[in-house]
């Protein structure tokens, strides 16, 4: 089991900056991507970036050019830095993992932290 623990969420006014963290713990286990993702009130859960253990990103057309994720390979943690909020941007944020476990890696896992609120104002 991998254990994720969101911190830097708050509240912003719009065109303001967080940057969200995510720490990993647990053991024996191989991260194959990290990412975050969000939900707001009414709406499904979506994919907002994802970081994979070669480096490569990707983002929801909705952040490009705003968010970037980066990943510290070392302490096993996993940034969002958001930049030129918008109140669009209001929601709870979600660290996610897709790892397999060194004994039994033939199957993907997937953790997921507790969400962090993020709030935008105008």
């Known amino acids: 089991q991998v254990q994720l623990v969101e911190s830097g969420g708050g509240m912003v006014q719009a065109g303001g900056s967080l940057r969200l963290s995510c720490a990993a713990s647990g053991s024996g286990f191989r991260i194959n991507a990290l990412g975050w993702y969000r939900q707001a009130p009414g709406k499904q859960r979506e994919l907002v970036a994802v970081i994979t253990s070669s480096g490569d990103t990707t983002y929801a057309d909705s952040v490009k050019g705003r968010f970037t994720i980066s990943s510290d390979n070392v302490k096993i943690t996993v940034h969002l830095q958001m930049n030129t909020l918008k109140p669009e941007d209001t929601a709870v944020y979600y660290c996610?993992?897709?790892?397999?476990?060194?004994?039994?890696?033939?199957?993907?896992?997937?953790?997921w932290g507790q969400g962090t609120q993020v709030t935008v104002s105008s």
């Open positions: 996610n993992a897709d790892y397999s476990m060194v004994r039994n890696r033939g199957s993907i896992f997937t953790s």
